[in-house]
C-alpha cells in the first residue's frame, strides 16, 4: 500500500515542466487523486509564497510524529514568548501557559493560527527555523522540489516559495499517508477558551462533495487554496494560488473541481486538452452552480 502511495505521487512529480520562476497572474492544478494525473494546469510551476498553506505541511510532520509516537493528541505544549508573539491571525495564547495537540491541529486547519504553528514547531525541532529546514527537506523527499520553507505558518518570508504543483503533492501526500486525519480539514469549527472560531474555507461540504483542506493569504501571496472534492468514487485536488478576491479564488477553484469530475466520472482516460478547454472556458465565461454561488458571500480573510 505505501508503495503505492509513493507511485500515485511520482506520476505527479514527473507531470510537468519547470517555466517561469516569477509569479505573474494567477497559478492552478487540479490532479486525480487517486493516480496522481494531471487533469489540469496553468502557471502550476510558477514559483509563489505559498501563504498560511504553508501550514499543511507543518501538519504533514506533526501527522508524523503522531504516528511515530513522537507526539500524542492528549500532550501539553508551552507557548513560548517567540510563539505568543507571533502576529494574526492567533490564538493569543500567553508566554508559559500549555496547550494540548489537539487543539493546535484544530487552531492550524481552523483558524490559521500562527501562534499554534510556532508551538508545534518549537516542539519538534530545537526552533522554528530548524523545523523549517525539517519541513523544506521533507517536502524534497514528497518531490516537492522547487519549495523552500522559512517558517512554520507562512508568514511573509521573501525567500518562502513553493508552486501550485507542489501544494499539490503535498494534499495528495497528506490524503494518502494520513487518512486517518484528513477528515479534520472537514472542520468548520472548534471552541477554546469558551470562544468558537470559524474556517476560512467557505467551499466545505458543498454541492461538490468539497472536504478540505487549507487556505491561505498574504499581500504578497494574494488568496490561495488547496482544496479536494469527491463524488462517487472519484477525487479530485486543486489548487488555485495568486487570486485579487477571495470570491474569485473561490469561484475558480470550484470551477475547476466540478468540471474535472464530470470528465472523470465519464471516462477513466481523460482528454486533458479538452478538459483544459472546457476548464479555461469556463472561467472566462459564467459561473457554475457551486457552492460558493450557494454561499451567504460574506467572505473574511
Do not use: W
Request: glycine residues 6%; hydrophobic residues 40%.
Amino acid at each position: 500500500m505505501y508503495l503505492l502511495k509513493k507511485l500515485c505521487l511520482a506520476v505527479l512529480c514527473c507531470g510537468l515542466t519547470a517555466v517561469s520562476a516569477h509569479a505573474s497572474g494567477t497559478s492552478s492544478i487540479v490532479i486525480d487523486a487517486q493516480s496522481g494525473n494531471v487533469l489540469y494546469s496553468d502557471n502550476a510551476e510558477t514559483l509563489r509564497y505559498p501563504a498560511s498553506l504553508t501550514k499543511l505541511m507543518t501538519l504533514y510532520i506533526t501527522f508524523n510524529a503522531l504516528e511515530t509516537g513522537k507526539l500524542k493528541l492528549s500532550d501539553k505544549l508551552k507557548v513560548s514568548r517567540t510563539a505568543a508573539s507571533r502576529s494574526p491571525s492567533k490564538l493569543g495564547m500567553p508566554a508559559g501557559s500549555y496547550i494540548d495537540v489537539k487543539t493546535l491541529i484544530q487552531a492550524l486547519i481552523v483558524k490559521s493560527a500562527n501562534d499554534c504553528a510556532t508551538v508545534l514547531a518549537e516542539a519538534l525541532s530545537p526552533s522554528e527555523a530548524e523545523f523549517a529546514k525539517l519541513m523544506t527537506k521533507t517536502a524534497h523527499k514528497l518531490g516537492m522540489y522547487r519549495t523552500t520553507f522559512k517558517n512554520a505558518s507562512g508568514l511573509p518570508n521573501s525567500a518562502q516559495k513553493t508552486t501550485a504543483k507542489d501544494l499539490a503533492i503535498l494534499g495528495a501526500a497528506i490524503y494518502h499517508h494520513f487518512p486517518q486525519y484528513y477528515p479534520l480539514f472537514a472542520m468548520t469549527e472548534f471552541t477554546y477558551n469558551g470562544m468558537t472560531y470559524k474556517t476560512h474555507n467557505y467551499l466545505l461540504h458543498d454541492s461538490l462533495g468539497t472536504d478540505g483542506m487549507k487556505t491561505g493569504y498574504t499581500a504578497a501571496s494574494g488568496f490561495n487554496i488547496l482544496t479536494s472534492a469527491q463524488q462517487g468514487n472519484h477525487r479530485v485536488i486543486a489548487v488555485t494560488l495568486g487570486h485579487k478576491k477571495v470570491k474569485d479564488r473561490d469561484d475558480n477553484v470550484s470551477k475547476m473541481m466540478e468540471i474535472s469530475l464530470n470528465h472523470i466520472q465519464k471516462s477513466a482516460r481523460v482528454n486533458t486538452a479538452a478538459l483544459k478547454s472546457a476548464i479555461n472556458s469556463s472561467l472566462k465565461g459564467a459561473k457554475t452552480k457551486t457552492a460558493y454561488n450557494q454561499a451567504s458571500g460574506k467572505y473574511h480573510r
